[in-house]
């Protein structure tokens, strides 16, 4: 336990630190829809360099989401491309925990909205190091479990989980969910799931391993009510009916997704194939490709190790398809420049590469890479260039 929080501490602080670098270097995409601080720093939500940071792309629409509601109008581009579970927990988050503690009668000043999901951010990556803690100890070795715990810090997206984005929450319900299913305790599982669902567009797909799950159970003799896996296709056409209150549209987000960021056409094929062209690519966009290219390949490489790993077990198709789904739908629906960071959830993947009985010191000189690595990328997502998205 200390362990964790130490090391969580740690790539905090680190984190922290590369903030200074708000405004040094010169700002990407979207700038004229920034403001400019007195320092000489472009931020988008609070005059703060250190938070500021901790958002960028799809914060905004979080934020707007848990504080304002969804976006009326159906031909602009609006945050109904963006699924409500993370706003959700951040509303909850600032009203029950944020707020009394921090209220205007005892600071003497409003606390901005931001703060709430900056610490929402925060809890959920604690919570999440302790469930994949108690997950991989119950299938992997103990020197694998503490790699695993360095290797989903380290990788280069697993700064994500402190940013205001919805993998830490996508993260806890998908680990709730498995720990849940391990155990037989299947209504757990599937709310778990349900949370999947309203959280992330992919989210739906959980229902497939769990079911898959759920027969191997019923192999073994053991008992598996398959029926509560009805909840999360339930909550997902609840979301689309929440959706369309104030979209006007029950397929709101598709259209979204289709019209505005081109993430909804599947099966997408040209998309993938487009990740290895090199016409018309400046040096951040060809940069960006290959870094796809190799999580991409870094997970589907992770999917044969996990098949190896689990054999004999009766988590082996379960697992596998759980992975294979989080990596190749995406890939087909056209979030190319986002696969860094589906493969980061994926952690089944994470606990397998972690379990290489590689020697001390390769694996020091690996994870002091994987450091560098993310702490430049970190650079590039403060200043908004499209490496990290």
């Avoid at 790539?11 to 200074?20: C, F, P």
């Avoid at 921090?102 to 709430?116: A, H, I």
């Avoid at 997206?157 to 037989?184: P, Y």
């Avoid at 996990?306 to 198709?317: D, E, M, N, P, Y």
Wanted: aromatic residues 14%.
């Amino acid at each position: 336990m200390k362990r964790i929080l130490i090391i969580l501490l740690v790539a905090r602080l680190l984190l922290l630190l590369l903030s200074a670098t708000n405004g040094l270097l010169p700002y990407g995409m979207d700038a004229d829809t920034w403001n400019e601080s007195d320092g000489g720093f472009r931020y988008r939500v609070i005059d703060n360099r250190f938070l500021d940071p901790l958002s960028r792309w799809d914060g905004n629409a979080y934020l707007t989401i848990a504080f304002v509601g969804y976006d009326r109008g159906r031909d602009i581009r609006s945050n109904t491309a963006f699924f409500p579970g993370y706003p959700w927990i951040v509303r909850c988050v600032h009203h029950g925990l944020v707020e009394p503690l921090m209220s205007t009668e005892r600071w003497g000043r409003e606390t901005p909205p931001f703060v709430s999901a900056v610490v929402t951010s925060l809890l959920l990556s604690i919570a999440c190091l302790f469930l994949f803690r108690i997950w991989a100890v119950a299938h992997f070795e103990k020197e694998a479990v503490d790699r695993s715990l360095l290797l989903l810090l380290l990788l280069p997206s697993g700064c994500v989980l402190h940013f205001v984005m919805s993998e830490g929450t996508f993260l806890f319900c998908l680990l709730v969910a498995f720990i849940a299913a391990d155990r037989r305790l299947f209504w757990l599982a599937a709310l778990a799931a349900a949370g999947c669902a309203v959280t992330r567009s992919i989210g739906l797909v959980v229902v497939l391993p769990l079911f898959v799950s759920c027969l191997e159970d019923r192999r073994e003799g053991e008992g598996a009510p398959w029926l509560w896996l009805y909840i999360p296709p339930l909550a997902f056409v609840g979301l689309l009916f929440h959706m369309a209150e104030a979209n006007g549209s029950f397929f709101a987000y598709f259209h979204q997704q289709n019209n505005f960021f081109h993430h909804a056409s599947f099966p997408s094929i040209r998309g993938v194939a487009q990740l290895f062209r090199l016409e018309g690519k400046d040096a951040v966009h060809l940069t960006r490709d290959a870094f796809q290219i190799l999580m991409s390949l870094w997970g589907l490489i992770g999917c044969g190790l996990l098949w190896r790993h689990f054999a004999g077990t009766r988590h082996r198709v379960s697992y596998s398809v759980l992975c294979i789904l989080l990596i190749v739908l995406p890939l087909l629906s056209g979030a190319l420049g986002a696969m860094h960071r589906y493969v980061t959830i994926i952690f089944p993947l994470v606990a397998v590469w972690a379990s290489i009985q590689w020697r001390y010191a390769v694996w020091r000189y690996v994870f002091g890479g994987l450091a560098v690595i993310q702490a430049v990328l970190f650079v590039f997502w403060i200043h908004n260039h499209p490496i990290l998205t």
